[in-house]
């Protein structure tokens, strides 16, 4: 199987057989071969053969009994004008044996040092090739078919790990959006649950039930937010279902849900927005939430998060506003990519896909998003045109001075 590979690495090198040629026509030599030579095996990878010697790629000489068993072991090329006035080859079995009177071999060494086996050729006459330009013709040719193994070596290991590296990422995806999807029934029962349970408890339980509902509720955005994931890396894209609605009753619902989750934190919404927009309610819900989300971690939690909301004839914008430590400059490039979070608050975990899933649902509907951030405050602004007048612009990642 081994060589099976290495015959088929040379006969996929085009140069190859316009190698063959040259140096045949060249030095008149009857055949010429790429040889891959081992310490146990010579097996023929390519040949041009106007001898009849009847070697063709994967008929196998005894490495014994050829010269190129030799140059394997000194990595130096052999060069015959006239065996029989050679005193070193006048009496050596390989001439008798293949009854050749000329023959030139040049090791091919792969770029990592290993020998790969010879370019050879032999002829029952004598023939002038211990010459600088023969010598050093085989030499350039021997190097050329080295650089193409090369190559195609690793092309190939490149070509294996990226399809290692596919079917991982492919089992990954799989296992994040079954995982999402059956995480959601047990979560929907502990949220039944806790409704009932939230009837029948004093004001200490409800505010246990409360904080319970909280967690819930983040457990709630992770999954939506692992499937959509998993569902963009799949293929099927983000799917809208999009109407003409009003913005401020989309803009204060999400507000709502989180004033009575977090009730410690203050929540202001600015909503000026008369005019009726094409949008996902649901899906707008979730970036709002996602960017509000963010705000709440990473805002000072003694100061109120912002949301101000505009609409006009050339579009609409939500900003999400919030005070506390700017975003540090080199989390900046990292705010919108999956799983990147930035180390904003240290020791802060999670998966980083808020923002990531908050971009495409903006990207979706036509629009993106960008943030500054400076000692004063964070802003996050999703800005959206009208449909008229919406390019395929990506969402950028702005830095106010200081």
């Known amino acids: 199987m081994e060589f099976a590979r290495d015959i088929a690495k040379i006969s996929g090198i085009a140069a190859v057989p316009t190698i063959l040629d040259v140096v045949s026509r060249t030095t008149g030599m009857g055949f010429t071969a790429v040889a891959r030579v081992t310490e146990d095996r010579w097996i023929t990878c390519a040949s041009r053969d106007d001898l009849a010697f009847g070697l063709k790629p994967g008929d196998e000489l005894k490495v014994e009994s050829t010269i190129c068993h030799e140059i394997r072991q000194s990595r130096e090329a052999v060069v015959i004008d006239h065996v029989s006035e050679a005193a070193e080859y006048c009496n050596h079995h390989t001439p008798a044996q293949y009854g050749f009177q000329s023959y030139i071999s040049v090791p091919i060494i ?44 690793r092309v190939e290991l490149t070509e294996s790990k990226l399809a290692a590296e596919r079917k991982n990422a492919e089992l990954r995806e799989q296992f994040i959006a079954v995982l999402g999807h059956d995480l959601r029934n047990p979560l929907a029962s502990i949220q039944g649950g806790l409704r009932l349970l939230n009837k029948k408890v004093d004001q200490e339980g409800k505010n246990w039930i409360a904080l319970l509902q909280g967690s819930v509720n983040r457990m709630a955005v992770l999954i939506d937010n692992v499937m959509d994931f998993a569902r963009f890396r799949m293929g099927a894209g983000m799917q809208l279902s999009s109407r003409r609605q009003h913005l401020e009753p989309i803009i204060k619902q999400i507000v709502s849900e989180f004033e009575s989750v977090h009730s410690e934190r203050r929540i202001l919404s600015d909503v000026d927005a008369p005019a009726a927009i094409d949008v996902d309610a649901g899906r707008l819900g979730q970036m709002l939430s996602n960017l509000i989300g963010n705000a709440i971690t990473y805002g000072a939690p003694d100061e109120p ?63 993106r998003i960008f943030a500054t951030s400076t000692e004063d405050s964070t802003i996050f602004t999703a800005a959206f045109a009208a449909p008229a007048d919406r390019s395929d612009e990506s969402p950028a990642v702005l830095v106010s001075e200081q």
């Open 305 to 367: 998060i912002r949301v101000v909301a505009r609409s006009s004839d050339a579009g609409f914008e939500i900003q999400v506003i919030n005070k506390g430590p700017p975003i540090p400059a080199q989390a900046l490039p990292h705010l919108f990519t999956a799983f990147q979070r930035g180390d904003v608050v240290p020791n802060q975990k999670g998966l980083g896909l808020g923002l990531y899933i908050a971009q495409e649902i903006a990207r979706a509907h036509g629009g």
């Open 110 to 153: 792969l770029p990592d040092g290993s020998f790969f086996g010879t370019l050879c050729a032999i002829d029952p006459k004598p023939r002038k090739l211990n010459t600088p330009e023969v010598v050093g013709m085989f030499k350039l040719f021997a190097e050329l078919i080295a650089a193409h193994l090369d190559a195609a070596e």
